[in-house]
């Protein structure tokens, strides 16, 4: 029977004169499948021919149009009609190559419901032997276009449209590209699958950009949604935009995409890539009109990884490109620009194109067999569809043809093909041939000699066929020998004698079998396990419960503690502070006594075993103490981080935000107010002040030397005179002065200069040209004009100014000259606790903005599904 008639396939591409003017041209081949007639394309000015130039595509598969109702979504006439094959499981184009000049190859599909089944069919696309891409669509109007660049290797490459399942594959257009050598380099093992081209700054809301402002038609297209665009403003920089490497277009280079706000550092994009071997190409030029002493550095990462480029944008540099160091893989891929410390300028992108790369994978069948196979395709006009590949994939091998792993034909059985005309010559081409049919056809003239060079040919059957003349009588020799076998039955004219002829053996041409190595250059790719940046975890520290042991220490125990009062840490009214270590290596500081401050021990061991038992995680623990003798000392828990006096002034220092200051405010002032409220009898502190709130580790602060001035009889009880009026200046209330009354309003008062100081940055006390004013009075009169940023502290850090306004209004109610108007501590805390809300909600709104401004930009995956996993 015969099997299906399809005309074979003549692979040589058909140059008419239009092509030939075009290769010229452009160097690109054009064809729209699916027309009768060619045509210059409207808008690139481009002749695109009909593919039944390609010899005898007339005869396989057939022409379509799409249905009319979709015509206006095909952007362009290429995409109007198309090629289908219902027949055949792997129908290929052919096409001339240049061998060794990288191109591009685009092909393109719109269903258009050209079948009126309205059902979007499924297939796959191959570059030769060589899985490229699934080809689905998400509607009859979708447009997809797959796109592949490689560096050639043969002069022809095929084009394949392979069947999967039951519908039926087609193709709209395919285009052929050659590209300037100095780009898209990769070896010739390697391949670029396109995911996105894309003009990330496009201002045309959604039109696209290829030839002619693209002169190798690469087709740029805009993101889904405009990006906050900074377009060109320097009209006399356009000419310069397409002098890169690449030639991007100019309109494509002359927008891009840059932060909101100088203030915002960078610059992010992602993707699901959902595939591995991501590779990207990223595009750079400056567009907006800078000095030129000014520039944009940014550092490239991925997926928040270190860094793994670095570029710098100069104002009248040349576009640049960046090309990543190595393939990317994930179910996301971001890739983030970071201004660097000493760019001027943000980040800038003009335009990206991320690629999958990948190994060619498989081998393809030896080239001199394929020649020969496809001469002996053409010289018998084989009606089969012999296409692409004689052997692979495996399950699309030609009918008639089985070859071996070593990517070789074995076996050609064309046995009742019903072939006519001579045995090819390009049999004798055919290697590693092992078992040859030609039986049953009406061949016709001699038995070559060629075949008596194929080495491993097993079994030759030219029978029944009309083969005349003699055989050469080698050939009748090595019969039965070496496993070799011959039948030449059933051609009546061959004389088989060997008498019976003048035939002289010919000189035999010997194949030089030359084998088409495909030379696998193996890729470096750098290892790239780079540690994500780690933040050091800084121990977690609670105030030890320390364990109230013996909590009278003697003389010499403090001596030991102390290391003979090695390190002083501290000097204060009451005497001098010393780091001190116990056994069990607690850190205390230990604060001795001075002699005028003595007293009656017997009431000191009181007042101190009083204060021990006052406990709150405000307020620095007395561990013990030392009653011995003339030697006095108080043994308080060590807080590392020092007084907060020490911090305001050191200006070095990584300074305390405004955050910071309000939680230790707040700290503070509960230590106070449990002082004050929370134990009976209150305790009045009566020295308030910067260097005695203590920080620890994580800079929560303690309020150290509370109730000192009660047990060492600077006064007596609250509210009742003393004789001496003591505290330090600055933070002492003036009311204090007058009536020498000590109450509660006096810590408030101080507490108030306190804050005063956190807001201010400055003492209690300001020097101005050899007079002193206290801080109250400097603050006041500025307060007055409503001038606030004139007493702000410069190293506030970012801080919300209402925030701010309203500690400086707690701040002047406390130290209010009428004491009467003065807050008490419950709410004192309270404001504060409001203050410190104001100014959390106010940076994380900075930081829910800044976060935006770290802008996400979306790519275009509108045209072209999604290549499949590989
Ligand atoms: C497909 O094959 C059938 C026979 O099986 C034939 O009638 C038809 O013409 C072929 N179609 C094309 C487009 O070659
Ligand atoms: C496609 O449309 C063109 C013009 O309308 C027409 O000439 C041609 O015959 C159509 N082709 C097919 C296959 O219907
Ligand atoms: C295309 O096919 C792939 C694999 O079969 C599938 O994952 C993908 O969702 C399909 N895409 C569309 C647009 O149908
Ligand atoms: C962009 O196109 C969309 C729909 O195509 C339209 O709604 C929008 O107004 C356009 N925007 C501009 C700036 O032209
Ligand atoms: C950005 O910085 C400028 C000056 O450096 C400043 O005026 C502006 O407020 C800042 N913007 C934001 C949002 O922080
Ligand atoms: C940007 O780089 C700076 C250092 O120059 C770094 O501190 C910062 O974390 C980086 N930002 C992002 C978003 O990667
Ligand atoms: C920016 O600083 C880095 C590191 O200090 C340096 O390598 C780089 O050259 C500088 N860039 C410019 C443009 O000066
Ligand atoms: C030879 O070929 C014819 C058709 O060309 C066929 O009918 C016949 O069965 C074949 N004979 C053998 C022995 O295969
Ligand atoms: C040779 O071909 C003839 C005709 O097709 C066939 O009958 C015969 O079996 C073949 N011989 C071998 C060994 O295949
Ligand atoms: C070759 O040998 C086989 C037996 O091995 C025989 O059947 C056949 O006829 C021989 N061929 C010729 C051409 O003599
Ligand atoms: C290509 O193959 C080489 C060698 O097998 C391998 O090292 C490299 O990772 C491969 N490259 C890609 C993109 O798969």
Redesign the pocket.
Known sequence: MMKILLFFLSVVLSFSTHMVQVYAETGFTNIDCGIVNGYTDESTSLYYYPDTLLEAMAEIGMNANISNEYMTSASNQQLRTLRSFPNGSRNCYNLKVEIGNTILVRASFMYGNYDGLNL?P?FDLFLGVQEWT?V???GPE?IVRKEIIHIPTTEDIDICLVKKGSTTPFISALELRPLPDSTYKRTTSEYLVLLKRTDIGSTTNGSIFRYNDDISDRIWSPPDSPNNVKPIIDASNRGSLDDGDYKVPIPVMATAVTTTSDNVTSLSFKWKP?TKNCYVYLHFAEVENLHSNEFREFDISVNGELPIGIVTVKPSEKPQTWESPFTFTGQDVEIKLNRTANSTHPPILNAVEIFMLYNFSKVPTERNDVEAIRGIRESLGVKKNWQGDPCFPADLHWDGVECEDINSITTVNLRSWGLKGNIPKYFGNLASIVTLDLSNNSLEGDVPDLLLHLRDLKLLNLSFNNLRGSVPPELIEKNGSDGFHLFLDGNPDLCLSGSCGKKQPVAAIVASATAVVFVLLVVFIISWKLKRERKEHMPLEEARPLESRNNQFTYSEVVSITNNFEKVIGKGGFGTVYYGCLNDDTEVAVKMLSESSNQGSEQFQAEAKLLMTVHHKNLTSLIGYCNDGKNMGLIYEYMCNGNLEWHLKDRNRNSLGWEQRLKIAIDAAQGLEYLHEGIKPPVIHRDVKSSNILLDRKFRAKLADFGLSKAFKLESSSGVTTDKVCGTPGYLDPEYYISTRLTKQNDVYSFGVVLLEMITGQSAIIRRNNEYIILVKWVTPMLERGDIQNILDQHLGVYDINSVWKAVDLAMTCVSSNPEARPNMSSTVMDLKVCLKMQMAWSKKLESRSAESIEIIPLNIGTG??P?AR
């Open positions: 979007t499924t699934t689905n669509f998400t979708t959902e599904s999604v499949s």
